[in-house]
């Protein structure tokens, strides 16, 4: 199946820093997700990407959707404690053949940030 | 504000027996998918359903069932519980892009 590559794993950062994560596939993908997870909880979305090389913000969130269509980053800027937790790609296809809505997301591995005071 | 609910939270099962997690959403979304969680591989797709009345595999489908009960419910069978089928379970309902997830159901199988 379909693979996503992201990196880092984790990382450990100082309060009031940024931060920058990616992901990469070896498929194209038609929409890609930034999603964070807190621990005990399920993924929430962050940011959503619908066209290659676009570049959105959240706050002091960007991310964007690479040219090719096989990867995308995400930056956080000025980190904050409550920034930790995991953050996951995710590339989205329709489902097919009898899909109606229904969307297919592959998740990355997932990068653990965590904020120092 | 609900969204999406997962029941139990919590599950610890003995190999081979069975259990069925619920999962119900209230904001009238067609679709909705079963995944499972392993430390360091993300979330893989187990089962969805693009509409009520159709369920579909995903990536991971062995030893599980599904059921769309109607439009807001949608639970995963386990049949005969074995330990590689420990993982944390969320469900997820979509209309399009964004899907919203549950809290999980964290399994263990002993």
């Known amino acids: 199946g379909q693979q996503l590559n992201q990196s880092p794993q984790s990382m450990f950062i100082q309060e009031g820093e940024d931060v920058s994560m990616n992901c990469t596939s070896s498929?194209?993908?038609?929409?890609w997700l930034w999603y964070k997870q807190d621990p005990g909880e399920g993924p929430v979305l962050l940011i959503a990407l619908y066209k290659a090389g676009e570049l959105t913000s959240n706050g002091r969130l960007t991310a964007q959707f690479g040219i090719t269509r096989k990867d995308s980053f995400l930056n956080i800027s000025a980190s904050i404690p409550s920034d930790v937790g995991i953050y996951f790609c995710?590339?989205?296809?329709?489902?097919?053949?009898?899909?109606?809505?229904?969307?297919?997301?592959?998740f990355g591995s997932g990068t653990q940030l965590t904020v120092l005071p | 504000n609900a969204g999406v609910t997962q029941t139990p939270k919590f599950q610890v099962l003995k190999t081979g027996q069975s259990m069925t997690l619920q999962c119900a959403q209230d904001m009238n979304h067609n679709s909705m998918y079963w995944y499972r969680q392993d430390p360091g591989m993300g979330l893989r797709l187990i089962y969805y359903s693009a509409s009520e009345g159709t369920t579909d595999k995903g990536e991971v489908p062995n030893g599980y069932n599904v059921s769309r009960l109607n439009k807001r419910e949608f639970s995963l069978r386990l049949e005969s519980a074995a330990p590689s089928q420990t993982s944390v379970y969320f469900c997820?309902?979509?209309?399009?892009?964004?899907?919203?997830f549950g809290q999980g159901t964290r399994l263990t199988v002993v």
């Open positions: 498929s194209i993908f038609n929409t």
């Open positions: 997820a309902s979509s209309e399009l892009t964004e899907a919203f």
């Open positions: 995710a590339g989205q296809l329709k489902l097919a053949p009898r899909s109606g809505s229904a969307r297919q997301l592959t």
